[in-house]
């Protein structure tokens, strides 16, 4: 997981418990490896204000995310936050990371936000991707992605150079090679001395071919 971002381009906040902070880890990394600017609060200097430090990052934020979770509910730091970026009307995101009740008046200020309930998805992937197509995130993200890995095209994986590849033995059969989405179908040479010497009587003939 990379730090949190410093910069001047659109970036989003990420709100969360600390006691939820293995989730909070695999969602950012997630994140930043899709190329997304994220601010967290492990960012924070030891001995700075921390309240100072979150309320500029929330002000200066973007887009801002919520992973909601008992622990979430039951911290009064993160409902700060959330509650001031509902003041400063930022676009935000709910992420459920487990079933929970909101109390009535939480309810009735959050029924009309965008929210993901993570802990419907049996796959990872499907939840990232929906994450993704969350509406104005798209804003926090740089054109250029993370290369974490070089990738190899799939095509190229399941296949070796051809060396030293041989006619087959007997005319006119052919050996096909699977070659990626290809097919390579060599012919032997008699076959083709076969193919000039009919070419050539049919052109006595008169015939076109």
């Given at each position: 997981m990379e730090k949190p971002y410093q910069g001047q381009d659109p970036y989003l906040f990420l709100s969360y418990s600390h006691n939820d902070m293995n989730a909070a880890v695999?969602?950012?990394?997630?994140?930043?490896?899709?190329?997304?600017?994220?601010?967290?609060?492990?960012?924070?200097?030891?001995?700075?204000?921390?309240?100072?430090?979150?309320?500029?990052?929330?002000?200066?934020?973007?887009?801002?995310?919520?992973?909601?979770?008992?622990?979430y509910l039951a911290s009064?730091?993160?409902?700060?936050?959330l509650n001031f970026a509902r003041d400063l009307?930022?676009?935000?995101?709910?992420?459920?990371l487990e079933r929970v009740e909101?109390?009535?008046?939480?309810?009735?200020?959050?029924?009309r936000l965008q929210a993901i309930y993570q802990y419907r998805y049996s796959e990872p992937n499907d939840f990232y991707k929906k994450l993704e197509t969350a509406n104005g995130m798209d804003a926090c993200k740089s054109d250029s992605v993370p290369q974490t890995a070089q990738e190899i095209p799939p095509a190229l994986e399941k296949t070796t150079p051809l060396k030293n590849v041989e006619?087959?033995?007997?005319?006119?059969?052919?050996?096909?090679?699977?070659?990626?989405?290809?097919?390579?179908?060599p012919m032997h040479k008699a076959a083709m001395?076969?193919?000039?010497?009919?070419t050539g009587q049919n052109a006595k003939n008169g015939e076109q071919i």
């Open positions: 695999e969602i950012v990394s997630a994140l930043q490896n899709s190329g997304y600017r994220v601010w967290y609060d492990e960012g924070i200097d030891p001995g700075t204000e921390w309240d100072e430090i979150v309320a500029s990052h929330v002000e200066s934020c973007s887009y801002f995310v919520a992973l909601i979770s008992q622990n009064d730091n993160c409902k700060d936050e009307n930022k676009s935000r995101l709910l992420v459920y909101l109390p009535a008046g939480m309810q009735m200020r959050l029924s006619a087959p033995a007997k005319p006119f059969e052919a050996e096909e090679l699977g070659f990626g989405d290809y097919q390579l179908i001395k076969g193919v000039r010497k009919r």
